[in-house]
């Protein structure tokens, strides 16, 4: 269905508006917002309070970043996590994705994006200065750089490993290797070339 | 991904509210809530602004129930269109699309919905009354019926066809056939049994 004419201007708006967000075409925006619609007023002002909410009043840890309800965030005020370990990731949805592996209890540093020239996105516009500013006082052992794994991930990566060097610290890397579940024959060349380089002793494989 | 602990309680409020919109699910709700978190306040506001002044200032119009940014619709109050014929549909959208077919040119009848007691919507609750007082007001030749062919569309043509029974009017449906573009083979066999039943002279086939 092309949408050509409204019957209503203020519909216009607001499936304009919902057509902004991403992965949302003129169509989806319009069943969610007949589906607003249809919606008591209650319940769409809950809707709405939530955006304004979060955009007001949210916080991002003066640490690393994360997205808080607070100055520091949970992870950083915990006692529980081990502060000597950082793990460096691009961006909020990282933190999430990590955390629900349980595989981490470190602490993390938001970037909030990658070096990317084509966009205009340099060094100066990442939280890189304030990692050094963590790292020059001292309680880090290692950094844990989990990037995605891409050109322009790679480039930032090496820029900040060159900027760790003068610091006595361990600087490592997610493995790569064939993801679990992964056919071999749809594995790219790259992926399991590093898998036969970087292989592991059997008994040292994850079982899991 | 599965969604287990936000950092932030203002974004899971965020997250459940979009995850309540049809076809939102958990994960594009965050991508769409992370996406308004990178925006800047004041887009944020237009965004929140235009869905509060859809639900506070919006109209439906008292003739046909479309839509409406004044009391009577843009159609419905329009000279060029024909006032004898009623097109009846279930909702604002079916409006919009037959109105993006360029191939009608008369006004609307929106019900509100179709008969369908399992979700325990009556005739009452469809604006059918209305319909029939428009009909008794005697300025309507013919009435299209053009709800969906399933059940319950079936049901609401055949109640509201009896209804109108008593007035001298031309009660009409829309067409049903193979659709341009469709392949025969995966065309389902009611459909092409009635277009072999109701098939057309060759002259009289639309050639587009």
Redesign the interface.
Known sequence: ???????????E??V???S?????GRR?A????????RMN?E??????K?????????KFCKVCN????SDI???CSSKRRDTFTVCVVE???D???I??THQFNGLYHVLGGVINPMEGIGPSDLSIDKLMERVKSGQINEIIMALSPTTEGDTTNFYIYKKLKEFNINVTTLARGVAFGDELEYTDEITLGRAIVNRVKFDDAPSK
């Open positions: 269905m092309n949408i050509q004419s409204y019957p209503s201007k203020l519909l708006n607001a304009e508006e919902f902004k967000l991403p992965g949302i989806s319009l069943r969610m917002v007949l589906h607003l619609l007023s319940e769409v002002k809950m809707f709405t939530s955006i304004d909410d979060l955009k007001e009043n949210v994360n997205i808080s309800d965030c949970e992870i961006n909020i949805k933190v999430m994705v955390e629900n």
